[in-house]
Each structure stands twice: as structure tokens, then as C-alpha cells.
């Protein structure tokens, strides 16, 4: 059983930057881990990918070229590092994880289905 717990989360400007962790434990077990989040009012929506045994790295158009996400094996965690913040970035943000391979590649990794592990979400709020 995989159990993540995420953190960093918090209130900042717009521009401003935050950078989000997620502590995994049974890290090795793990192929993927994703960062989603959602809004009031709006579904849970991907934010980036991770193919934690390799390089591989997915995000949404929406954060492209402002968030990276990355990771630490050393200390079992998952990083978003979130630059140039806007307002609609604002969501409770989720860290996800599966310990089976499936078809992550060529837009897999968005499938919120095949994540068995959530962690229970970190609060980002941006204002403007």
C-alpha cells in the first residue's frame, strides 16, 4: 500500500511561486506519479506527470513552461515547482501514484482511473 502525503501548498500573488512535495512511502514500488488538482466548482483536472523510473515528463498545456515537475529518490518525493502563479491556478492540488504500468505515454498519463493512490491535497491560492 502506498500512502502519499503532499505539502507547500499556500496563499501567494499572482507571479508568484510555490513549490509543492509529495512524500510517497514504498517509493520503489511506484511507475508513475502525477500532480491533478481541482477548483471549486470544476472536475479534477491533470496538471503534470512523472515516469518515476525514468525521465519522462507530461504536462497540460495550461502550465507548460511555468511548473516542473521532478523528483527526489533519495528522500521518496514528488516536487511541483510552480513559477509565474496566475489566479486560475488556484485548486486543492493532489498527488497520485501507481504501482502498475499502463499506457502513460501519448496522453495515458491523464487518466485519473489509473492512479490507485491520492494523497489527500495541498490548498494553492493565487491572487491577483
Do not use: H
Amino acid at each position: 500500500q502506498v500512502q502519499l502525503v503532499e505539502s507547500g501548498g499556500g496563499s501567494v500573488q499572482a507571479g508568484g511561486s510555490l513549490r509543492l512535495s509529495c512524500i510517497a512511502t514504498r517509493y520503489p514500488s511506484i511507475f508513475y506519479m502525477a500532480w491533478f488538482r481541482q477548483a471549486p466548482g470544476k472536475e479534477r483536472e491533470e496538471v503534470a506527470g512523472l515516469y518515476i523510473r525514468g525521465t519522462d515528463t507530461a504536462y497540460d498545456d495550461s502550465v507548460r513552461g511555468r511548473f516542473t515537475i521532478s523528483q527526489d529518490i533519495a528522500k521518496n518525493t514528488l516536487y511541483l515547482q510552480m513559477n509565474f502563479l496566475k489566479p486560475e491556478d488556484s485548486a486543492m492540488y493532489y498527488c497520485a501514484a501507481s504501482d502498475s504500468t499502463f499506457g502513460w505515454v501519448g496522453g495515458g498519463w491523464v487518466d485519473q482511473a489509473k492512479y490507485k493512490y491520492w494523497g489527500r491535497g495541498t490548498q494553492v491560492t493565487v491572487s491577483s
